[in-house]
């Protein structure tokens, strides 16, 4: 099955900084990788995706990467904010299930 | 459209019950998939349903098991309860499969058991 592994585990940027988020996935028929953001205390929330033909996209200030050749891609989170403190989870997906990074927690600092 | 209900949002056993939790997804979504989450272990994958049937399954014991209704309902129920199952479980609805559509997830319940 897919094993999805993700860095850093934790994460600590000063507001306005940028940050990036990195996975790698196992297998090479996974075609769909969304990003959550879970904040405390509340359920993961869809924040991007981006499909296999897709190398990336954006969304104001947050993108995403993909490199199939070498089974990772990126989250990017330009010009952070507090309220951008939260876990942040990759997945990938094929035609099974999906499967999730052990998170990242990213903490911002005004 | 209201988005997936669990429910109970929280729930206190002893070791040894048992236990059934609910999600109730999007109005039209056809697949449920069930995850539990752990400080230690992140989000873990339990199953799939898709029009009432399982399509796929992880790495959990057969205490864990699931059913989908007609109505795209789907419970799940955790027999012979360790201290271990104490977790957040939560269910994510798509209208189409996990590996195809986009996975929407409900508030979560909370299972704790003593």
């Known amino acids: 099955g897919e094993n999805v592994e993700q860095h850093p585990s934790t994460l600590s940027v000063q507001e306005g900084d940028s940050a990036v988020i990195k996975c790698t996935y196992s297998d090479s028929a996974s075609n769909y990788f969304p990003w959550y953001k879970q904040e405390l205390g509340k359920r993961p929330q869809l924040i991007i995706d981006?499909?296999?033909?897709?190398g990336e996209k954006k969304d104001q200030r947050i993108a995403v990467t993909l490199n199939k050749t070498a089974k990772h891609f990126s989250l990017h989170i330009t010009e952070t904010q507090p309220e951008d403190s939260a876990v942040y989870f990759c997945a990938a997906t094929g035609d099974n299930d999906m499967r999730f990074g052990a998170g990242t927690r990213l903490t911002v600092k005004p | 459209k209201a988005g997936v209900t669990q429910t109970p949002r929280y729930l206190i056993k002893t070791r040894g019950q048992q236990v059934t939790l609910s999600c109730s997804p999007i109005s039209g979504h056809r697949s449920v998939s069930w995850y539990q989450q752990t400080p230690g272990q992140g989000l873990q994958f339990l199953f799939e349903y898709f029009s009432e049937t399982q399509r796929n399954k992880g790495n959990f014991p057969g205490r864990f098991s699931g059913r989908q209704f007609s109505n795209s309902r789907s419970e799940m129920n955790v027999s012979t309860l360790e201290l271990g199952d104490s977790a957040l479980y939560l269910c994510?609805?798509?209208?189409?499969?996990?590996?195809?559509?986009?996975?929407?997830f409900g508030p979560g319940t909370r299972l704790t058991v003593l």
């Open positions: 994510a609805s798509s209208f189409g499969t996990s590996g195809t559509d986009t996975q929407y």
């Open positions: 981006i499909r296999s033909n897709v």
